[in-house]
């Protein structure tokens, strides 16, 4: 409601300016929020991690201190129960080395090996086997002759050299901090003497089971525990400059160093074990690990020793399980932002939180163990001798009980040593938490590497929480030399969207998503806490057309609407009109310039298609050249003034004495500082959707990950009807499923062009943009480049090296086809171009192997397997459909397969002899016949489980586990989960879009037109331009057609003068237009007003030169010859009536289209300009004149605290403006110059006034800048002559209209042709294979060929009965289950990782807060080249 009283009250105040107030509020406008409810998940993940990190390490501590106390020779277990345990605990410190091993190998392998250097891998080994070696004894050796309580202490010695370190180095950021690591140490000490004084204790008070021997274990313990401490030496020695070069190059083979030192400390490992076990104590029997049954064993025995094995390998799979599980969500903690209170907390916590549940047991479970009545614990320890006899009690807690009472609290003497244990635990916990006291503030950047975060891979499973603390990486103090990489540094954002004959709407969601991210992202010459600053660029298509009455250059439509659009979202976002308006003729036709609100920049560039190529390639190629290659050109080479056109309003700048221009805006000039890896380009469509947080999202992968040269973000087709389902599901599935099994196995193929994020770097290497300005000339290269030519630039990425990623969370929507034969033109370029393209990736990949780490030997398997499928695609979808005829009408197997044959090869005829408008409408039938038939099939395995009585057949199973799989995938894509509603729609047109679809597609592969957003309304015109009369009349069943053309009246009016005065000739001047394979057109009107507008002399030069006649009407321009591109040409040659025709648009040609360079200067360039500029002029009527003053004076003040000076300028100066202005111009009447002369005068006087009464002339300035922004028109400006010069230099390079004689277009024709026919040819004996060793096999019978399959009822029993399955049948469906298993399982790990990203970025997302404007102490720079140049202390 309030929302509602809101808009009320401004509408209200625009109505009182003028009679329309009206305008519209695109969604997705108001401003963003947090979502509470998205705080309170966010939270709930954090609680739920840190309860996870607690538990899983408070079960892993508690099973090695399980495991070494029933291994223990104090113990009651028999020798081979002991045995067996140590084994057990064995397997607990290798299970973390092979976990690495495997994980090492499988990078090595599968993704990059670079030798290591043998120097530094040996130092690292040697260190790494001296680690593990201290880790086997303090394991295997000391920890099962110490009581269970001793061994929960004497853990938190592996401190101590990490202390000494940090007391070396001086790692503290501050001096007093020093303080922490040696009291860590002053603590470790005094736990260890207070260790030995315990013992020393034990053995004199004669406490049961404490020999003399237990000093030398105290002594080989701390030992122990100091080769441990190695294991983390990299962390401190990271401040070392000796050391740091050392450390960067292990970083490099550091997979392969882990690979090695993994297998030597196994081989460690073992070895402890056997040399103390084997060799010193002899207690090692072998045959007594045999568990099997003996024939002279008793039940007892067999039981005790099933119940040994059960413990044994329960406790072992709780360690090694729990421990790898602490370590994941410990990682996970941190990368979402909970350091303190889902890592660090719980970690510090678990030594506690063990010996409290330890306690809590022990008190609760004594009552169980004891024998008698007990009044004091050593009669309470001695009754646990008898229990140990009998297996009446649990084993674990009587051992762990037992170790209990071999500490002080059951001698006989005295109990008050028990006090140093308990010292021993504080001391040696608190030196843990003073030696790790900077983990609790860890400051952890939104998207961190693992490897950032923790110094190590590897964790130590026996000390898993002293392992993570001490595993943190910490933030060395950098000297003033060295760079740091802990703050994130800036970046420069380019969104670049291309426009294609976009409507009104589609055009409003880009610009309110372009308007969105500029008030997201505030004044540029602000910090950001997402430090990033961006441009947005519009490139049209299009732009210009040809008045037919004046011959003169104009915007069309789609331009018109664009601008309109333009100046209502900046109404909408500001309530105003836009304020600095630039209008920039170029060689390539036209530039429009805006300062957004927040004062980023806006351009449209405006192509005009006689002077440079169009469609979206060229488009691309045009502003990456412009964006990565100019600006960042200019950006490294300032230029002098004396190049300059305009330079008062250039920003100037002094060096060294010598005047320089700098580039014209601040991004530009921030580039120099900025590097090309932090250069992005952000690729859209002219009708894309999406908020600020779907492209941080995207640039926090590229800013984090140096290799990613490309990501995308997740596609949402929108739309209404039956195809837009289709799509929606298919999109959701394709996403869900393909996209995430490319990133987690290898690399995205495909990153759209509508919504994906390039690296400047990635786009500038070699064979990237050099090789993508390629023009086709063969008909592969038409197929590959310009039928999917954001697939074919990704190719060129993954081919150098580049890898492309997928993010989930990062929406973006766009429109989708809503029509059938849209649809299937779409498809007919997407299919042939992404098969071409998976196909040149896979020819080259041997050598993309070698080149990029993120595509292994497997993946490419990977992808020749879903290639493979999709060949097979046909005959698989033709198969099924003769098993819908099987089950639908019981039609035998053979015959139901030659049925469901006939449709795909009839249509395939229809397709090579039919035009393809009748082709898509055949299509269109026959996919509603067969969603039918689907539809019958569906019911029909249905009713068939329902009949045999169980799901539990092959088909069954699959669809059963298939609609299984995708609800589950949905409920994991809760946003999303309203797509399954689609996924009948989708089931049900499977016919269509993997059979018609793909016939269709390979058929028309020669057709390489666009296909979309196609407009006839020139062609129309051209059609019945010269139509005086049309008249169809039916007399009975005579159908009569009476047609009279200008060229007929042209006739008759010549008979008709001859036969009057034959002495007189008629002059007849023709204009041919050459278009191919069409008949020329002549127009014989003659008219003397067009030597206006066209010299004599030149038409005189012309002639001469082209042996051409010209019409001189005014009202035949359109038969000026024009030239065309190869791709509108190669159409017409094979499809003459083609509704698809995308260059006969608007733009039909130029009046000096044909002419020299020379001559087109004689032609006006600027006719556009002035209506342009007359759209913009309207910010100046005296209705928007008051808005747009009373707008600017708030934003301007917004932040100045003075709002009751702000308001009071407000309605003065809105009185100043009705007394200047009312009854003197209209409410749409625009301002004269000299009225806003006058008018900016009485303005700064009234503001001088009121801010002196008020005493605020500091404010003056900014007010005077206010109000001369309100009142400045839109400025005329023209290029510097370098970008001139660039410019033109460009187009003669890459992007003049390409013009191919007849020659060529037949000749590329007949190779589409051709490669056209060997496709289909390739398709079609490939799935003819498929299906007829398919109907071979059911012409055979089941009974000879068949594999046989128990039917069992749903309830797990076996029915008797068989069902026959073919070979071939079961291996194709069992290989598509396997896909998709694959591709279920990457997609969980990767919602497991959006989740933590988009966590991650919602507790570090900008909140809307108003932030201070700059200072105010700039200075005026006051010349005649530059009036109003501010120049801060940033630009000294």
């Not at 047609?1043 to 042209?1050: A, F, G, I, L």
């Amino acid at each position: 409601m309030e929302e509602l009283k809101f808009r009320g009250r401004k509408r209200e105040g625009r109505h009182r300016d003028t009679w329309d107030p009206f305008q519209l509020n695109p969604i997705g406008a108001e401003k963003e929020e947090k979502r509470r409810c998205f705080e309170l998940f966010q939270h709930l993940v954090a609680a739920f991690v840190g309860i996870m990190v607690l538990c899983s390490a408070v079960i892993s501590k508690g099973s090695l201190l399980v495991l070494s106390t029933l291994s223990s020779p104090t113990s009651t277990r028999t020798s081979k129960e002991r045995q067996y345990y140590m084994l057990m605990l064995v397997g607990c410190l290798v299970m973390p080395n092979l976990l690495v091993f495997l994980k090492s190998l499988w990078k090595c392998a599968f993704k990059n090996f670079v030798p290591p250097n043998m120097r530094t891998m040996g130092i690292v080994c040697g260190i790494e086997c001296l680690v593990s070696l201290g880790t086997s004894i303090l394991v295997l050796v000391v920890m099962p002759q110490f009581d269970v309580l001793t061994n929960l202490f004497i853990s938190g010695g592996v401190c101590m050299l990490s202390s000494v370190l940090q007391i070396v180095f001086r790692l503290q950021r501050e001096n007093w901090k020093i303080i922490f690591p040696i009291c860590s140490l002053m603590l470790v000490l005094t736990g260890y003497f207070l260790l030995g004084a315990d013992y020393y204790v034990r053995v004199t008070s004669f406490v049961s089971g404490q020999e003399k021997d237990c000093y030398w274990y105290v002594g080989i313990a701390v030992f122990a525990s100091f080769l441990v401490s190695l294991n983390w030496w990299e962390n401190p020695v990271q401040a070392s400059n000796n050391m740091k070069e050392m450390l960067a190059e292990l970083d490099t083979f550091r997979d392969f160093v882990f690979v090695i030192s993994s297998l030597l400390r196994v081989v460690v490992i073992a070895a402890v074990y056997l040399i103390y076990h084997v060799l010193i104590q002899k207690n090692i029997v072998w045959s007594d690990f045999d568990f099997t049954p003996k024939a002279n064993e008793d039940e007892s025995t067999i039981a005790r020793h099933k119940e040994t094995l059960d413990i044994g390998l329960t406790v072992l799979f709780l360690q090694a399980f729990f421990s790898a599980a602490c370590h994941w969500f410990g990682v996970v903690a941190c990368k979402i932002h909970s350091v303190r209170m889902s890592f660090a907390f719980p970690v510090c916590f678990t030594g506690p939180s063990v010996l409290i549940i330890g306690m809590i047991l022990f008190l609760t479970q004594s009552q169980y163990l004891a024998g008698a009545n007990t009044t004091s614990i050593i009669d309470f320890c001695s009754s646990l001798v008898d229990l140990s006899t009998k297996n009446t009690s649990a084993v674990v807690m009587l051992e762990l009980t037992k170790s209990i009472c071999r500490t002080s609290l059951s001698s006989h003497y005295w109990t008050w040593p028990f006090s140093l244990l308990v010292l021993e635990g504080i001391c040696m916990w608190l030196g843990l938490i003073t030696c790790t006291y900077y983990v609790w503030n860890f400051k952890v950047q939104r998207i961190e590497r693992t490897t950032e975060l923790f110094v190590r891979r590897l964790y130590e499973s026996a000390f898993i929480d002293l392992s993570l603390l001490l595993n943190t990486k910490m933030k060395v103090v950098q000297t003033r030399n060295q760079e740091r990489h802990d703050d994130v540094e800036n970046c420069v954002i380019y969104l670049c969207a291309t426009m294609w004959h976009e409507t009104y709407d589609e055009m409003l969601k880009i610009l309110t998503s372009m308007f969105r991210l500029d008030r997201y992202r505030g004044d540029p010459k602000e910090e950001h806490k997402d430090v990033f600053d961006f441009e947005c660029h519009i490139f049209v298509d299009d732009a210009f057309m040809i008045d037919k009455e004046t011959g003169k250059k104009f915007i069309n439509e789609y331009v018109t609407d664009l601008i309109h659009v333009v100046i209502e979202v900046y109404r909408v976002f500001t309530n105003k009109e836009p304020d600095d308006v630039s209008i920039i003729e170029t060689p390539y036709g036209g530039r429009l310039m805006f300062v957004m609100p927040e004062g980023n920049m806006l351009y449209f560039h405006l192509k005009d298609k006689q002077l440079i190529r169009n469609k979206k390639r060229w488009s691309q190629i045009m502003y990456l050249y412009y964006l990565l290659g100019w600006k960042g050109y200019i950006v490294k080479n300032p230029q002098k003034i004396t190049r300059q056109n305009n330079p008062c309003r250039a920003s100037l700048i002094s060096l060294d004495g010598e005047s320089f221009l700098l580039p014209q805006h601040d991004n530009d000039s921030k580039r120099k500082h900025i590097s090309d890896d932090n250069t992005y380009i952000m690729a859209l469509d002219g009708d894309t959707d999406f908020h600020p947080s779907a492209l941080i999202l995207l640039v926090d992968r590229l800013r984090k990950y140096c290799n990613v040269g490309a990501a995308c973000g997740r596609i949402h087709p929108t739309g209404m009807g039956p195809m837009v389902w289709y799509q929606k599901f298919e999109y959701a599935v394709g996403h869900w499923l393909q996209k995430t099994a490319e990133h987690v196995f290898g690399s995205v193929l495909c990153s759209p062009g509508c919504f994906s994020l390039f690296r400047g770097s990635a786009l500038m290497d070699d064979n990237v943009l050099k090789r993508y300005t390629t023009t086709a000339t063969r008909a592969s290269e038409y197929v590959q480049y310009d039928q999917g030519e954001d697939r074919w630039l990704c190719t060129l990425l993954l081919q150098q090296g580049w890898r492309v990623e997928y993010n989930a969370a990062s929406d973006a929507y766009t429109n989708s086809p809503q029509e059938f034969k849209e649809f299937y033109n779409q498809r007919r370029r997407w299919g042939p171009s992404t098969l071409a393209n998976t196909l040149d990736l896979l020819h080259s990949g041997n050598e993309t192997v070698k080149r990029n780490s993120s595509i292994s030997r497997l993946y490419i398997f990977y992808q020749i397997f879903t290639v493979s499928s999709s060949i097979l695609g046909p005959a698989s979808v033709s198969l099924m459909i003769a098993g819908a005829f099987q089950f639908v009408f019981k039609i035998e197997g053979t015959n139901s397969i030659i049925i469901s044959v006939i449709p795909p090869i009839f249509y395939m005829l229809i397709c090579f002899l039919a035009k393809p408008n009748t082709q898509i409408t055949i299509a269109a039938i026959m996919s509603v016949l067969y969603a039918f038939l689907m539809l019958a099939s569906f019911f029909a395995i249905i009713g068939d489980m329902a009949t045999q009585g169980t799901f539990i057949t092959p088909t069954g199973l699959f669809l059963v586990s298939m609609a299984a799989m995708y609800l589950v995938t949905a409920i994991l894509h809760p946003q999303e989960f309203s797509m399954i509603i689609y996924g009948l729609m989708y089931f049900i047109c499977i016919p269509s879009g993997y059979l018609l679809l793909t016939i269709y597609s390979l058929v028309n592969m020669h057709i390489v037109t666009w296909g979309t957003r196609e407009t006839n309304k020139e062609k129309e015109q051209k059609k019945n331009q010269n139509v005086l009369c049309d008249r169809n009349c039916k007399l009975c069943c005579w159908d009569m057609k009476l047609q009279v053309t200008q060229e007929t009246d042209n006739l008759m009016l010549q008979q008709l003068q001859q036969a009057v005065n034959p002495n007189i000739q008629v002059t007849q001047q023709v204009v041919h237009e050459q278009k191919p394979n069409t008949k020329e057109e002549k127009n014989n009107a003659p008219n003397e007003e067009n030597n206006e507008e066209i010299s004599p002399e030149l038409l005189d030069r012309k002639r001469a030169n082209k042996d051409l006649e010209y019409d001189t009407s005014v009202d035949r321009f359109d038969s000026i010859p024009k030239k065309e591109s190869a791709y509108s040409s190669i159409e017409d040659d094979n499809d003459d009536n083609h509704d698809d025709d995308d260059d006969n648009m608007l733009y039909d040609g130029s009046l000096y289209s044909g002419f020299t360079e020379e001559e087109r200067e004689f032609v006006p360039q600027s006719d556009w300009v002035q209506p342009v500029k007359e759209e913009f002029l309207k910010k100046l009527t005296y209705a928007n004149l008051k808005r747009n003053l009373q707008e600017q004076i708030r934003y301007t003040l917004r932040n100045k605290n003075q709002e009751d000076v702000c308001e009071e300028l407000v309605m003065m100066l809105t009185d100043t403006v009705n007394g200047e202005l009312k009854d003197k111009v209209g409410p749409e009447d625009v301002l004269s110059d000299s009225q806003l002369e006058e008018l900016q005068y009485a303005l700064n006087e009234a503001a001088r006034r009121i801010l002196k009464t008020n005493r605020m002339e500091r404010l003056e300035r900014r007010v005077k800048r206010a109000i001369e922004k309100t009142l400045i028109a839109p400025q005329v400006e023209k290029l510097t002559e370098d970008e001139h010069d660039f410019w033109k230099k460009l187009l003669e390079r890459y992007l003049a209209p390409i013009v191919d004689d007849k020659a060529h277009k037949e000749e590329v024709t007949r190779e589409l042709k051709s490669l056209r026919n060997k496709a289909v040819f390739l398709y079609f004996i490939v799935n003819v294979l498929w299906i007829v060793a398919t109907f071979f096999l059911q012409a055979i019978g089941n009974d000879v060929i068949s594999i046989k399959i128990q039917k069992i009822w749903p309830n797990g029993t076996s029915s008797g009965e068989y069902l026959k399955v073919e070979p071939l049948s079961l291996m194709f469906l069992l290989s598509f289950a396997v896909l998709l298993v694959v591709q279920f399982l990457a997609m969980l790990y990767h919602r497991v990782y959006t989740l933590i990203h988009v966590v991650s970025y919602r507790s570090t997302e900008k909140d809307y807060i108003p932030r201070d404007e700059e200072g105010e102490e700039g200075v005026i720079i006051e010349n005649q080249i530059a009036n109003g140049l501010v120049i801060t202390s940033d630009d000294l």
